[in-house]
């Protein structure tokens, strides 16, 4: 049987290193993408994966990259897999899909409304992430993994996200990868809630590379990522200068990877926009120093 996510990242060959793309919207963006992937290919990701979009045109998209990822590379790929806004009949033919693609790796997730606002979950639907984790290990031989958040989630508070956590491990989930954060005490905390709790699965940690001064207030909008004061007043001082920017955006987001991973981060998987410059960069200092 071929190696799992979870073998990898329970042996003693280092941190793993995983990358995140969306799906392109039409077939020269999957060809660029596939480029990008070719690209990376020299840095050995263990997995590289694709989100799966809020409608259903997205949705289409995501297997589409999917299947051309495993169709013209080499590299492992998970599929990430929501329900808002579907039945659960729909997730079910999602799963399906995936196992006939040979995906056996699935990111489980409640996903969020199209238009924003309050999830409310389909009438025919699942209500909950730790749901999705339950139907997905009932339908086949999948190694499934689930989202964690640092920061807390905007909805939760963090001991119940804690709560949560241990909840999809119960269900089968088997590891988890974090929402972007940009001081490493977040990530420790979180480790730490979840384990007083008795939670065992290895947390990955997410990695935004700031290449560009846009990012600052986006990030924190999306997520609610408070960049730490003088992570973002190191930024602020050279917003106007867009190479020295992205040198101290690389610099701050590799001593922000260096932090993690001492403080045991079993992995890191970077979310590049589709983009594997910076990402590149951040890995091969990393390497060098290892
Ligand atoms: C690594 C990563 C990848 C992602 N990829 C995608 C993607 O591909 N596509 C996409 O659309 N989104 C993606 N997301 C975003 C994610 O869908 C949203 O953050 C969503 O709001 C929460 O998803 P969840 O899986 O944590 O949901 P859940 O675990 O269901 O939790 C969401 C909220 O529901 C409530 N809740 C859940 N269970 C309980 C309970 N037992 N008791 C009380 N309250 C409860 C809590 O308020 C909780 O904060 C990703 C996030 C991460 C971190």
């Given amino acids: 049987m ?5 073998d990898r990242l329970r042996s003693s060959d280092g941190p793993t290193f995983s ?23 020299g840095l050995q990701p ?18 589409s990259a999917v299947g051309a990822i495993r169709g013209q590379t080499a590299v492992s790929t998970m599929g990430h897999l929501t329900i808002a806004g579907q039945s659960a009949a729909e997730v079910v033919r999602a799963i399906q899909a995936y196992e006939r693609l040979g995906v056996t790796h699935i990111l489980a997730l409640r996903g969020d409304p199209p238009s924003g606002g309050r999830f409310a979950p389909h009438p025919e639907g699942l209500r909950t992430a730790t749901d999705l984790v339950r139907l997905v290990k009932s339908l086949g031989d999948f190694t499934v ?4 958040f640092p920061d807390g989630h905007p909805e939760g508070d963090l001991d119940l996200d804690a709560r949560i956590l241990l909840a999809k491990e119960q269900a089968g989930a088997e590891f988890a990868i974090t929402q972007l954060f940009f001081d490493p005490a977040a990530y420790v905390s979180l480790v730490g809630r979840f384990r007083a709790l008795g939670g065992t699965m290895p947390i990955i940690a997410g990695i935004m590379p700031v290449t560009v001064p846009s990012q600052i207030e986006r990030f924190a909008g999306l997520s609610g990522s408070a960049m730490p004061a003088d992570f973002e007043a190191r930024l602020r001082a050279v917003a106007d200068d867009k ?5 101290v955006g690389i610099d701050l987001v590799t001593q922000l990877c260096r932090d993690v991973l001492d403080a ?18 951040i890995l091969g200092r990393l390497r060098t120093e290892a």
């Fill in 145 to 148: 993994g689930v989202a964690a």
């Fill in 46 to 63: 263990d997995w590289v994966s694709v989100t799966y979009g809020a409608t259903g045109a997205s949705r289409y998209k995501t297997f």
């Fill in 264 to 281: 045991g981060a079993p992995g890191l998987q970077f979310f590049t926009l589709n983009r594997s410059t910076a990402t590149a960069e």
């Fill in 243 to 247: 190479a020295a920017f992205r040198a």
């Fill in 19 to 41: 990358v995140e793309f969306f799906p392109p919207s039409d077939d020269a963006g999957v060809q660029q993408l596939i480029g990008t992937v070719d690209q990376l290919q």
């Fill in 2 to 6: 071929p190696e799992t996510i979870v």
